[in-house]
């Protein structure tokens, strides 16, 4: 369990994070930029969940806890005994919910705009924030980073399935559809 005594310990003070493995990397590093997008993906899906109920509330604590789970996975380079990582058992359950939310939504006739409801509006944001995350992610891979393949799936089929609960947070009233040159 963790454990932590000190909220503050000095030890960034010169701009520098620990690892999880002992090592210590600028807090520019590009594997710790993908560390933050997902604290704040963290961060926005809490915002969601306040307005959620039901089924909703209850995905969004499971892929809060999963986020924590995949901030660890980040933040331990190279392959360390016992190391918390992403499972695809994770991923895979993020599939049959993003399936179970399509079976229950009608088909799209155009392109969502976010918003509707306070909670949809608010699974929009998580998603977008979700899409930079796995952007960073990729900028990381590009930059050397070595990130673990089932972390970089979790953030694919993350966003996605946020999209889905957006549109099922919408309820009866339906998704607000985009109407090409509706303002021309």
Known sequence: ????NRIYTRTGDEGTTGLVDGSRRSKANPRLQVVGSVDEVNAAIG????????GIAAALGRIQNDLFDLGAD???P??????LRIVD?????LEAEIDAATEALPALTSVVLPGGT???AALHVARTVCRRAERDAVAAVL???????AALRYLNRLSDLLFQLARLANGPS????????ANR
């Open 118 to 120: 306070v909670c949809a």
């Open 78 to 83: 190279g392959e360390i005994a016992g190391a």
């Open 143 to 149: 930059a050397g980073e070595a990130l673990s393949p």
């Open 89 to 93: 058992a994770q991923v895979l359950r």
């Open 74 to 76: 980040l933040a331990t």
């Open 174 to 181: 339906g998704d607000i559809l985009w109407v090409p040159g």
């Open 1 to 4: 369990m963790v454990k932590l």
């Open 47 to 54: 915002v969601a969940r306040v307005a959620a109920d039901g």
